[in-house]
């Protein structure tokens, strides 16, 4: 059963009426789910699908083609290994010209930058197969790769033959809350909502990672099923995670530690001097791909300035990995349910929901009866100055066309949220200043999202506009 990806399934289900052949991209990162769902959707009309090998030779990648091409048009006759791509290309036409279907016929290459990786000519060959025979029958040719930057590169804005020739494309995301609680329904798997974002600040939505996860066990025992344990799936899944995407990993990853390092984001600059990397062109190749990818993403200033670009590390399992299953190997046996009552973990997890809030804001927008005002998502760094002489910083800003700014904050606490003295004094400085240093004639409303509500008391009364829980990530 395919959870969610209803808008994907539609678009891909409107490709097989189209009567001009259709050339469909799929995108998205390691474990998310692409050839499971392209297989589903597809599985009455594929006639041929090819996984290409990672770091394998020419010869190996046409060996492949040929054992799938006797395998879906058997026959008396075996193929021989073709010489090249083009030739390759070729013998698919004439096996496909064979066959007579009454649906739609879907042609699937699945991991293509394995596929052209070492080169060999196969985009070339491909691109020739498209433009001189496939896009003039009525057929679906669906292309599809983990490493996401280079699918864009070098497939969606290709400059040579496959240029503009992408019809539909596809950037499969992990599955938001709502979608996880879905699928655990489906596996009868019964969690509360807040064990279900316990889960989620570990894992995230990625669904071969919630696949793991086991009907009977809380999200504590999971987690260490999963990441601690001798034989846990997640155990090592950071070692392979970025080289099996990226060429040079090695970089990526710097850039993935140094934004783990800061719960309040990275410009450009600090990230530079924490990696100790050079500027330049590939640097920001390396920003790109991260951020096609989903492992970190950006926020913008209320100015809209570069320079005042956040980046974060929003990817969970990366973020979870980095702060407590790295190195854990060599201490010995883990016990996670005494990990996960410590301040340490307590601290972590405010960092961890707000990452969680920031991919969920159309939830919080449709929450607060906004989602047709025309409206921003930005976050605000202040450093004391003198227009404002005390610092402060807002997460998430959500600057609205109808002359009001949502000022959120969001903490995720066992119980009911308490605003204290203290606390209340750090709001009031945060609404002034921002008023203060931006000038801003538009209201500002406090809106809070956490996990039980805020505790009614004075200080909710004066400072509180807007009192959410995470059950609007639910519905």
């Known amino acids: 059963m395919v959870v969610g990806r209803k808008t994907e399934m539609q678009l891909m289900r409107a490709c097989l009426k189209q009567e001009k052949a259709q050339l469909l991209a799929v995108i998205g990162r390691r474990r998310v789910g692409k050839t499971f769902l392209i297989r589903e959707v597809y599985k009455e009309n594929k006639v041929f699908e090819m996984t290409g090998f990672k770091d394998a030779d020419l010869q190996m990648q046409l060996v492949n083609f040929t054992l799938q091409l006797n395998k879906f048009f058997p026959s008396e006759t075996m193929l021989e290994v073709p010489a090249d791509w083009l030739s390759a290309f070729n013998m698919l036409t004439t096996q496909l010209e064979k066959t007579k279907k009454k649906v739609t016929p879907v042609v699937f290459f699945d991991e293509l930058p394995w596929i052209a990786g070492k080169g060999g000519g196969f985009l070339e060959a491909l691109a020739h197969w498209w433009n001189n025979w496939a896009s003039q029958q009525k057929i679906v040719a669906v292309i599809c790769g983990s490493a996401a930057s280079w699918m864009i590169e070098n497939v969606v804005n290709a400059k040579g033959g496959l240029h503009n020739r992408i019809s539909k494309r596809i950037t499969l995301e992990p599955f938001t809350l709502a979608e996880t609680k879905e699928y655990f329904a489906t596996k009868k798997i019964a969690l509360s909502d807040y064990q279900i974002v316990q889960l989620y600040m570990a894992i995230g939505g990625v669904p071969h990672y919630l696949e793991q996860v086991v009907k009977g066990k809380s999200a504590s025992q999971n987690i260490q099923d999963m990441c601690f344990a001798k034989d846990g799936m997640l155990k090592n899944e950071f070692e392979n995670l970025y080289p099996a995407l990226f060429d040079n990993a090695g970089n990526h990853i710097k850039v993935i530690k140094a934004l783990a390092s800061k719960s309040v984001g990275m410009d450009r600059q600090a990230i530079l001097k924490s990696t100790k990397l050079s500027d330049g062109g590939w640097f920001s190749a390396i920003l790109n791909e991260l951020l096609i990818s989903g492992f970190i993403s950006t926020y913008s200033g209320l100015n809209k300035k570069t320079k005042d670009t956040?980046?974060?590390?929003?990817?969970?399992?990366?973020?979870?990995?980095?702060?407590?299953?790295?190195?854990?190997?060599?201490?010995?046996?883990?016990?996670?349910?005494?990990?996960?009552?410590?301040?340490?973990?307590?601290?972590?997890?405010?960092?961890?929901?707000?990452?969680?809030?920031?991919?969920?804001?159309?939830?919080?927008?449709?929450?607060?009866?906004?989602?047709?005002?025309?409206?921003?998502?930005?976050?605000?760094?202040?450093?004391?100055?003198?227009?404002?002489?005390?610092?402060?910083?807002?997460?998430?800003?959500?600057?609205?066309?109808?002359?009001?700014?949502?000022?959120?904050?969001?903490?995720?606490?066992?119980?009911?949220?308490?605003?204290n003295a203290d606390y209340a004094k750090i709001l009031r400085t945060k609404k002034q200043g921002l008023k203060a240093v931006t000038n801003t004639k538009k209201t500002i409303f406090t809106t809070f999202v956490t996990t039980y509500g805020v505790f009614e008391n004075k200080n909710k009364t004066d400072l509180v506009d807007h009192d959410l829980t995470i059950d609007i990530f639910f519905e």
Do not use: P
């Open 310 to 419: 956040l980046y974060r590390l929003t990817d969970e399992y990366s973020l979870f990995y980095l702060k407590f299953i790295e190195g854990q190997s060599k201490r010995g046996e883990v016990n996670w349910t005494a990990i996960s009552q410590s301040q340490a973990y307590k601290i972590w997890c405010g960092y961890a929901f707000e990452n969680i809030c920031l991919k969920h804001t159309y939830s919080i927008k449709k929450a607060l009866g906004i989602s047709g005002v025309q409206s921003s998502d930005n976050s605000f760094l202040h450093k004391k100055n003198k227009s404002f002489e005390k610092g402060f910083q807002i997460d998430l800003l959500i600057d609205r066309k109808d002359e009001v700014m949502n000022m959120c904050e969001m903490k995720f606490y066992e119980d009911e949220f308490a605003i």
